[in-house]
């Protein structure tokens, strides 16, 4: 009980903080009032979450659990959720727009993405996921009134309550095939079913239940990842919307997407190991080529980078491959070879992806902000021509990105897709006795991976040489913010740092993984000596 | 202590650097060679102290100062040794990447000559580039290139070797082509960069190579452990070889040797203080340095020692040949360096101990007396404005009194005339290829390795010694030295030759003559330019005497980084009937050109009609930039040309709207998909959702 609430004490303030907000809204719209409570909101969350991770290093209760990972990863979510509304700050808005509700949504948005990495309990999930998008609907709805933002709200609400759906239909079968909703319980069931210690005993072929639940789970999280071909809204709903919400949107889905499947795999997929490494590595390889392919020929800025991100979605789905590889590994008793260069495993360098691209991608949509006006955005790739003329520093800031983005080193997107492609290396099957052998398909999803982001250096680069080596096409774009400029400035010092000194992130994720994989481990031996 | 210093050394010329770079064009101007000559200064008294504060004690390995650790991702076990193990599959080889710092004999003196030599052509150059419009320019680049060679000889893994490899090679392209309104200057830095690719090339695949083979860049890691190496060099030996060839390869290109010496000559487009620098003491010298610090390598690899013992012996001799007929005094003086770094790489190649040993020792000595008389061609330059064409001048002592002198001390050093310092270091190469030459007549001590009491020796000549007497060429290893020995001691003759015949053709040879170009002031150089030139006369004057053989300093110093080297060269003493046969023939020599050239004399120009086909092979050196033209350079602009039409037709034409197109029009495709309508994508994401189960379950039944 203690532990539960230690878990949740920092979610249930920033909930009520956002609650708060909500009521708030009413006597006052003060942008300047509202803006920096809400960061201070997130420090004192990140201060409890800090006092919570002293009482308990890891471990958990029923329906929440905490540990290493989840604990960096939300310190990340809460600094990236304070640039995000430093950025907020930049924005200009009509009288009377509601600027209370804005900023509660934005709290009850990130305490939902705190929530989905905690989360134990296939319930706990699926409501933590649904207290992300329900605040995006509306924050969508507030970001601009005109006829296309209107209908890209629309168009996202509709299909995230149909992806919402799928999702919920494969977590039930779930429950059906185990009777539990709770991630130890289920993950006890399946491994006595199919993955027992016993090697003599009889393992039965993934039920068809199971087939169907994971496909029907991948589906629901593949909208949220914006993965090829549940990708179809994002380029609609970006172009749509303002660069604020295509930035919020950028990032905090596919960290809700990604961290709920590190937390699903290995629970709740247990004997289904096979069809889940496959489904990964279908959808991988579709995502990758199918978003870098499109965005090649983009010429709205938004829409580009929407592309991108399904691309980058692609690349952090491998991860997710070898980290089912890893668990049927551990499942059969084998070791895992995570580490094998003394790399995190599979899903650790997906989350490193996860990382490099969300710093990167807020700090992009931040410049994006800082150059827009109201009325007169950043749209088409011609609007920024020039820019180094106009805006060196912020021209500097924006090159640093997209060099992250295309992969380039030392910068923390060339660690990040390093990571994933060694990790798929990694992957060796057994030939013979004692020989081994790089796995084909692994081989194959690396090739196709530095093949992608080949292809996505095209269009990053290029949109770099419109920035520096292009003239200006018109008079300098009045630009203003000066805390959008700040958030900019603070991503890129991110990145530079990031890229510069990522041993410690390396190093945590591996040690992180380590002990994930021992617990796991542990759980499987436990669970086998229960009569 | 030593720590400290070692982090200090390469810091004061990047301060330099940069404030010059800042400062330079604006506040300092005049003033802009002031920060490089006091960092230089300081990093060269640093230098000095670090000689006698690092624990110098042979077979320790020495703990490198890491500066920054980038990113780590090996086992911690791995720290402590190599992982290498042949055939096994599923050891990767680890990540380590760190800038760090080195700091044992081998780095430490070449640390002291290069910070020594770069202080005094600092001072020089502010004499020497006075007026020049870029002056703070040239200085922060000079800058620069002292930071990249403290950083490079300071490495403490290949990787950041190789880096500031190319960081010098790029401020010496910047260097080269200082003057680049000049075309030919821009043609000639271009030309070394070009060059230098090449040999890149090699040395990057064999940092790969090492990298796979042991798992690790780290000197420590792949020198320090000769457990691993003996493992490779028996289970592998291909591979040793291939390694050892590849860095080389990087050697030959950096090091100007044949056939890539080509870029070398050219390179004297730069300024002049730039052509002693860096053309001629320092980085040129960096592939010497390499193939000594490989030595735990090369020295498992004999078939690899015989290819850089023959290489070098080629490049002295051919480049000797060729500096014969040059009348550019600068060109003299280059192709003079091609053949002495050849020398250094004779030794090398030989193997022994002692050769290696002597390699360093010339190394050192060369860098003294070489950049004495390329400062003091500067200083005839700076007198004849410019000019350095060797007909358009004669008879200068008497206007050049201090230049004639320091400049006679330069070449009779170069000449190898004892007891200057040039003689020692020659002598001990040319000692250690005798006695690789003459090695099967003593079988009963084992090659080359004399018998040593010292257990610890006695154990280090174990691997040197007793290489096979087959060479990778089919031919006796003993024959190929005694070729080689020849080969060098008739280039000791052709050196003193040439540098005399300049020598005299410069400051003798009839009436004074002064060019045009020199107006009516010719004089001599001011104190700026002619102090160096005394200080550095000093040390090609006496290096020799105080810390060759005579003492036994040197070697005794270096034996901390190569292990039993103090040993073998006591073991050896000094070889006098070689050290007789090269003074004598440096002596002819020296002696052949007073003759021909101390007074304007009909006989060169006989001599030269009567060897007709050879002067003008040696005034064409040997055609070899016409070979390279009509063999390479020609079929690569070919290729080039049919590369733009093949690339107008079928790359631009076809493959880029068609292949590389590919991806645009595989994103074009499904773009009537993306039509805007929530319907459909509900539907395509359930659709996709079906065929996914679908595929997936037909594959479980």
Known sequence: MSETFSILLPHVVLAVAGALFLLAGTFSINRRLFGPAAIGVLAVVGWLLYGSSLVLAEGGAIAVRSGAITQGFQYCCLALGALIILQSLSLQQEANSPTGEFYGLLLLLLDGLLLVSVANDLIMLFLSLELISIPTYVLLYLGRKDQRSQEAAVKYFLLSIFSAAMLLYGLAFIYGLTGSTQFDAIQNVLTETYAPRDPDALVPNPSILGVVALVLIFAGISFKLAAVPFHFYAPDVYEGTSAFNAGILAVVPKAAGIIALFRLVGHVTVGFEGTGQQLALILAGVTMTGGNCLALLQTNVRRMLAYSSVAHAGYMLIGFAVGFWEQSQLHSGLSANAGSLGLPGGMQASLLYLLAYSVASVGLFGALIYLGRPGRQIEHIDDLTGLAKSQPIVAIAMALFLFSMAGIPPLPGFWGKFSVFASALSVKQAVGEFGFQLHPAFAVLAVVGVLNAAIGGVYYLRLIALIFLHEPLGAPRPTGGRSAYAATLIAAVGVVLLGLVPGPVFHFLQKSAGTANQTATAATATSSELP | MADMLTRLIPLFPL????????????????????????????????????????????????????????????????????????????????????????????????????????????????????????????????????????????????????????????????????????????????????????????????????????????????????????????????????????????????????????????????????????????????????????????????????????????????????????????????????????????????????????????????????????????????????????????????????????????????????????????????????????????????????????????????????????????????????????????????????????????????????????????????????????????????????????????????????????????????????????SVVAAIGVGLAWVMYKEPSAIPGRLAALAGPFTRLSEHRFYLDEVYSVFVVKPLQGLAHFSRFFDWLFVDGLFVTGVSKLPAVLGRLPRPIQNGLVQFYALAMMLATAVLMWALLSKQT
């Open chain 2, 15 to 582: 301060l330099a650097c940069l404030i010059t770079a800042v400062a330079g064009a604006k506040w300092l101007k005049e003033k802009s060679h002031w920060p490089v000559v006091i960092g230089c200064g300081l990093s060269s008294l640093c230098s000095l102290a670090l000689l006698f504060s690092i624990p110098n004690t042979p077979g320790e390995q020495v703990q490198p100062v890491v500066l920054y650790q980038w990113m780590q991702i090996v086992e911690p076990k791995i720290e402590n040794g190599p992982v290498y193990a042949p055939g096994a599959e599923g050891v990767s080889p680890g990540l380590d990447l760190k800038i760090s710092l080195r700091a044992d004999s081998l780095s430490t003196t070449m640390l002291a000559m290069l910070t020594f030599v770069a202080t005094l052509v600092a001072v020089y150059a502010s004499g020497y580039m006075h007026g020049d419009r870029a002056y703070w320019r040239f200085f922060s680049i000079v800058g620069l290139f002292v930071f990249s060679m403290i950083m490079l000889v300071l490495s403490a893994n290949f990787l950041q070797l190789f880096v500031f490899w190319e960081a010098v090679g790029l401020c010496s392209y910047l260097l080269i082509g200082f003057w680049y309104e000049k075309p030919e200057a821009a043609a000639a830095g271009m030309k070394a960069f070009v060059v230098n690719r090449i040999g890149d090339f090699g040395f990057a695949t064999g940092v790969f190579l090492i990298w796979t083979t042991f798992g690790s860049t780290e000197f420590s890691a792949v020198l320090g452990d000769s457990a691993a190496i003996a493992k490779l060099a028996s289970t592998n030996p291909y591979l040793l070889t291939t390694i050892c060839l590849c860095l080389f390869t990087g050697a030959i290109g950096k090091s100007a040797q044949f056939p890539l010496h080509v870029w070398l000559p050219d390179a004297m487009e730069g300024p002049t203080p730039v052509s002693a620098l860096i053309h001629a003491a320092t980085m040129v010298t960096a592939g010497v340095y390499l193939v000594a610090r490989c030595t735990p390598l090369f020295q498992l690899a004999p078939d690899a020692q015989v290819f850089v013992a023959l290489i070098g012996g080629i490049t002295a001799l051919l480049a000797a040949l060729i500096a014969l007929t040059q009348n550019d005094l600068k060109r003299v003086l280059a192709y003079s360096t091609v053949s002495q770094l050849g020398f250094m790489f004779l030794g090398l190649g030989t193997g022994s101990l002692v050769g290696i040993g002597g390699a360093m020792f010339h190394l050192v000595t060369h860098a003294f007396f070489k950049a004495l008389l390329f400062l003091g061609a500067g200083s005839v330059m700076h007198a004849m404005g410019g000019v350095i064409d060797m007909r358009e001048f004669r008879g200068l002592k008497r206007l050049m009194p201090q230049t004639h002198t320091t400049f006679l001390i330069g070449a009779l050093a170069l000449a190898g005339i004892p007891p200057l310092s040039g003689f020692w270091s020659k002598d001990t190469i040319l000692g250690a290829v005798y006695e690789q030459a003459h090695a099967h007549h003593e079988p009963a001590v084992a090659g080359a390795a004399p018998t040593a009491t010292d257990e610890h020796a006695d154990e280090s000549h174990a691997t040197t010694s007793a290489p096979p007497d087959k060479t990778m060429f089919g031919v006796s290893r003993v024959k190929l030295f005694g070729w080689l020995y020849w080969l060098g001691t008739l280039t000791a003759f052709l050196t003193a030759f040439y540098t005399f015949r300049a020598f005299f053709l410069t400051f003798y040879g009839g009436p004074e003559k002064v060019p045009h170009a020199a107006g009516h002031h010719a004089h001599e150089s001011p104190p700026s330019m002619c102090n160096p030139l005394w200080i550095l006369s000093g040390g090609a004057a006496l290096l020799g005497l105080l810390l060759g053989h005579m003492t036994g300093i040197f070697d005794g110093y270096l034996s901390g980084t190569i292990d039993g080297l103090k040993e073998a060269s006591h073991e050896h003493g000094i070889n006098w009937l070689v050290a007789a046969v090269s």
